[in-house]
């Protein structure tokens, strides 16, 4: 075989795979449709937000654990800062579901926090204007990841460890060998073989698996950069991450990095789903005004002129966990559609897993037991 494996998408969680299996001495060829990094997919938009008293589900702290012990190995191994903890707030009513999650998170997992209403939150961080009984959940090690900046540094710490990485080369199939063999992968350019394979092919997941119709579906997504009126209260220092639980929806948002705006925007945006060769990238005036209404309720500090707007896009599974396992008629081939618009702080362990079910006999000691596929899948016949 020329490669040990192959990782086709080299994104958020491609490139830490990539990565975590040349580390390991593993002959690798990362395969990349777009540039590196690029704006087509998931992972642009500067940063993304790291929380740790996850609300979705406690399952996830051991995994966030890893994972920031694994940005921080990535920091030192290639000298790039990716990693900024700056605090969290997860908030909204006192029974929702966001705050009671992250509350009990918080409590199972011994995890540093402080539960604060919305006056409290207002008080110690004057950019936020939240009603006085919402409720939070304040968490000091949550902060952002540069979103873009660490695929960089993945891909670097993977060249430097003998990873082969090809950009902007379209992979148009693969072909299992017959027994778990290894695979064949044929891009528009040439035709590869190795002994598994990694498809981390994000919106696009579901085209070069067919078994992910309807399992792993785009969603256009919207974030806005607006510049505040007051910028000294929307520094990382005063302006921790947030994912809020509102009377509109639920928002997530971030202090100024980079882009002279507050960052923030609204999960399942405008419910647009669609295959993501036709993805819609335009951004209008429709979606420039629900962020602003928003932000000029919660935010009013933060609502001076645009200074971004960009569309991206989430892959939603139906339960909005991620999807992590091998392909259940080829054992040699491992799926990974960690998305559903909370993956990205994930990445660093997520390409752990991977390396673990593409080496050795594909087991992994993290209980990725919830994130299989076979939860998505009851019913379906084999191998479809």
Same mark, same amino acid.
């Given at each position: 075989?020329?490669?040990?494996?192959?990782?086709?998408?080299?994104?958020?969680?491609?490139?830490?795979?990539?990565?975590?299996?040349?580390?390991?001495?593993?002959?690798?060829?990362?395969?990349?449709?777009?540039?590196?990094?690029?704006?087509?997919?998931?992972?642009?938009?500067?940063?993304?937000?790291?929380?740790?008293?996850?609300?979705?589900?406690?399952?996830?702290?051991?995994?966030?654990?890893?994972?920031?012990?694994?940005?921080?190995?990535?920091?030192?191994?290639?000298?790039?800062?990716?990693?900024?903890?700056?605090?969290?707030?997860?908030?909204?009513?006192?029974?929702?579901?966001?705050?009671?999650?992250?509350?009990?998170?918080?409590?199972?997992?011994?995890?540093?926090?402080?539960?604060?209403? #919305?006056?409290? !939150?207002? =008080? @110690?961080?004057?950019?936020?204007? &939240?009603? $006085?009984?919402?409720?939070?959940? %304040?968490? /000091? *090690?949550?902060?952002?990841?540069?979103?873009?900046?660490?695929?960089?540094?993945?891909?670097?710490?993977?060249?430097?460890?003998?990873?082969?990485?090809?950009?902007?080369?379209?992979?148009?199939?693969?072909?299992?060998?017959?027994?778990?063999?290894?695979?064949?992968?044929?891009?528009?350019?040439?035709?590869?073989?190795?002994?598994?394979?990694?498809?981390?092919?994000?919106?696009?997941?579901?085209?070069?698996?067919?078994?992910?119709? #309807?399992?792993? !579906?785009? =969603? @256009?997504?919207?974030?806005?950069? &607006?510049? $505040?009126?007051?910028?000294?209260? %929307?520094? /990382? *220092?005063?302006?921790?991450?947030?994912?809020?639980?509102?009377?509109?929806?639920?928002?997530?948002?971030?202090?100024?990095?980079?882009?002279?705006?507050?960052?923030?925007?609204?999960?399942?945006?405008?419910?647009?789903?669609?295959?993501?060769?036709?993805?819609?990238?335009?951004?209008?005036?429709?979606?420039?005004?629900?962020?602003?209404?928003?932000?000029?309720?919660?935010?009013?500090?933060?609502?001076?002129?645009?200074?971004?707007?960009?569309?991206?896009?989430?892959?939603?599974?139906?339960?909005?966990?991620?999807?992590?396992?091998?392909?259940?008629?080829?054992?040699?081939?491992?799926?990974?559609?960690?998305?559903?618009?909370?993956?990205?702080?994930?990445?660093?362990?997520?390409?752990?897993?991977?390396?673990?079910?593409?080496?050795?006999?594909?087991?992994?000691?993290?209980?990725?037991?919830?994130?299989?596929?076979?939860?998505?899948?009851?019913?379906?016949?084999?191998?479809?």
């Amino acid at each position: 075989m020329a490669f040990d494996v192959i990782v086709v998408g080299i994104g958020g969680m491609g490139s830490a795979a990539a990565w975590q299996l040349a580390r390991r001495g593993q002959r690798v060829l990362g395969i990349e449709r777009f540039d590196i990094p690029h704006a087509m997919g998931s992972s642009h938009g500067v940063t993304r937000i790291i929380r740790l008293p996850y609300y979705e589900d406690p399952a996830y702290v051991p995994l966030l654990r890893r994972a920031y012990a694994l940005w921080r190995e990535l920091e030192a191994a290639t000298g790039e800062r990716v990693l900024f903890t700056h605090g969290s707030l997860d908030g909204g009513p006192e029974d929702g579901e966001v705050f009671q999650g992250a509350l009990a998170s918080a409590r199972l997992h011994g995890l540093p926090h402080a539960v604060l209403t #919305g006056a409290e !939150v207002n =008080e @110690r961080h004057p950019g936020y204007a &939240l009603p $006085p009984n919402m409720r939070c959940v %304040f968490q /000091p *090690e949550g902060g952002y990841v540069m979103s873009e900046r660490a695929i960089v540094a993945h891909v670097r710490a993977a060249q430097a460890a003998g990873a082969e990485i090809h950009a902007r080369e379209r992979v148009l199939g693969w072909e299992a060998r017959p027994g778990g063999e290894g695979v064949v992968v044929t891009t528009d350019r040439a035709r590869y073989e190795a002994g598994r394979l990694v498809l981390t092919a994000g919106a696009w997941m579901a085209d070069l698996a067919p078994l992910l119709r #309807g399992l792993a !579906v785009p =969603e @256009r997504q919207v974030l806005a950069w &607006l510049q $505040p009126q007051a910028p000294e209260l %929307f520094t /990382p *220092e005063r302006f921790p991450v947030f994912n809020l639980e509102a009377e509109e929806g639920r928002y997530y948002g971030f202090p100024v990095v980079e882009v002279p705006g507050f960052k923030f925007g609204r999960y399942h945006h405008r419910g647009e789903t669609m295959p993501a060769e036709s993805m819609r990238r335009e951004v209008d005036a429709e979606d420039e005004a629900l962020l602003r209404a928003f932000a000029g309720r919660y935010f009013p500090q933060g609502t001076g002129p645009t200074m971004a707007l960009r569309a991206c896009m989430f892959t939603n599974t139906p339960d909005e966990h991620f999807l992590l396992d091998h392909h259940p008629a080829h054992p040699q081939v491992v799926l990974a559609s960690p998305c559903s618009g909370h993956g990205y702080k994930f990445c660093s362990v997520v390409g752990e897993v991977l390396a673990d079910l593409a080496t050795g006999d594909g087991g992994t000691r993290h209980g990725i037991g919830f994130l299989r596929l076979g939860r998505l899948r009851e019913g379906a016949p084999a191998g479809a």
